[in-house]
């Protein structure tokens, strides 16, 4: 019977889905081991160079926030561990997919079915998560400036962007399976690497403005300093715009998007608010930095690769039927595979995001080089001092937790390479 709640019989399941739990469990224990690691140097004495950067008292609210955040991690890493083995084990994968059977014949509208309930659906339950973390934690700390309405016009928005965009992709990509079956790869990946290159060029021009206002920087001091600066490094740059990041957070920030005619650089309101000119300047080359050294165009151009890999990979199993099972699924179908997938791939996904922080880790070194040789070292020591001490940011994170999870050094060794 169609729609039927189905009976899962573990001792039948495919080798795959006790991977698939095996990976899950795995990743979530190394998680574990990471954060506890780095949990138990939250006590150590601050670094020499940075003692006098937080009085005793500040230094405590600092060491509090980290220590609510670390637990919260926790709590909420185990309640999403539980949440997809019970979905798992109890056969909600085959669940969704048989009520989405019932409903249409059409693969594709199936499809955009079952990954819209179970995305749209992980969000709401994992909601109220994001709503303490926002009202109670972020609020507790002074950064919090989100109003309950912009919190929830921000998922409504984050969820249409993911049914217009998402929706369309993944529409597109079973299309060219059913036309093209296991070669759809190529085409999927010309579509991805179009739709990267697209939004890397108009993400400001048409995302951002949806949550925030941006304006123009106004003429005065900072923006011929700015303009002094970008000429005598021989960088163009019409486009320097300031996002009212104050609407969410106290916390600052400021970006390089696009290449050609479409870069600009983004500085939020709180990080002119915070950070005396020549800060912002050294800021600035340092972003400068990341677009001369090429960083923009390397990491563009290493995201589609690694698409293409992952896309190629995707092609030698979409077709075994033993991917849906291993979701427990059991009408094999394109959208059930892609879930099994995405787990079974994870962790070799782990590993380039590894490589790739790695690699982002020395771009930031070579982008304060980049600062301290065309502008200054001081003024960016001190504006990174400034923004890690209001974000209270970890001035002593383990090198284990710091070799995973960092995109950035750590201020410290950041302090150490601009002085040295
Ligand atoms: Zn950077």
Redesign the pocket.
């Known amino acids: 019977m169609k729609g039927a709640k189905p009976k899962l019989d573990l001792n039948h399941m495919n080798i795959l889905f006790y991977i698939i739990i095996a990976i899950l469990i795995i990743q979530f224990l190394i998680e574990m081991v990471l954060g506890y690691l780095n949990a138990k140097k939250y006590d150590d004495p601050i670094p020499g160079e940075l003692d006098n950067l937080f009085d005793p008292e500040e230094y405590q609210k600092s060491q509090r926030y980290k220590k609510t955040n670390y637990n919260f991690g926790l709590w909420t890493s185990t309640f999403s561990l539980l949440l997809t083995l019970a979905f798992l084990i109890f056969g909600g994968f085959e669940w969704i997919d048989s009520i989405a059977r019932t409903l249409t014949d059409n693969t594709m509208l199936r499809a955009l079915l079952f990954f819209g309930t179970i995305l749209i659906g992980s969000d709401l339950i994992t909601t109220p998560f994001s709503y303490y973390k926002t009202f109670v934690i972020e609020e507790k700390f002074g950064f919090n400036k989100t109003t309950k309405k912009t919190f929830v016009l921000d998922k409504l928005k984050g969820w249409g962007i993911l049914v217009i965009l998402g929706g369309g992709i993944l529409l597109a990509v079973i299309w060219f399976f059913e036309w093209a079956g296991t070669g759809f790869w190529i085409y999927a990946w010309v579509l991805i690497a179009l739709f990267t290159i697209f939004m890397n060029l108009f993400y400001s021009r048409l995302i951002v403005p949806l949550f925030n206002k941006q304006s123009l920087l106004e003429a005065g001091r900072l923006k011929e300093k700015i303009e002094n600066y970008a000429s005598k490094v021989g960088f163009e740059l019409q486009n320097i715009f300031v996002i009212d990041g104050s609407k969410r957070s106290t916390k600052a920030n400021a970006y390089f998007s696009g290449f050609g005619k479409e870069k600009r650089i983004t500085l939020y309101d709180t990080l002119i608010n915070d950070l005396e000119e020549d800060e912002i300047i050294a800021v600035l080359a340092?972003?400068v930095?990341?677009y001369k050294r090429r960083h923009i165009v390397f990491n563009l151009v290493a995201s589609i690769l690694l698409a293409g890999l992952t896309l190629f990979i995707l092609s030698l199993f979409i077709n075994n039927p033993d991917m849906s099972l291993a979701i427990g699924v059991s009408e094999p179908s394109f959208h059930a595979a892609l879930i099994a997938f995405g787990i079974l791939y994870s962790p070799i996904s782990e590993i380039t995001g590894l490589i790739m922080n790695y690699l982002s880790r020395k771009?930031?070194y070579q982008?304060?080089d980049y600062a301290k040789n065309t502008f200054a070292a001081q003024p960016l020591i001190t504006s990174l001092k400034k923004l890690s001490k209001k974000s209270l940011s970890n001035l002593t994170p383990h090198p284990a937790y710091v070799f995973v999870h960092y995109s950035?050094p750590p201020l410290l060794a950041r302090i150490r390479n601009l002085k040295a």
Request: net charge negative; proline share 0%; glycine share 12%.
């Open positions: 340092h972003e930095g990341h771009f930031e982008a304060d950035h």
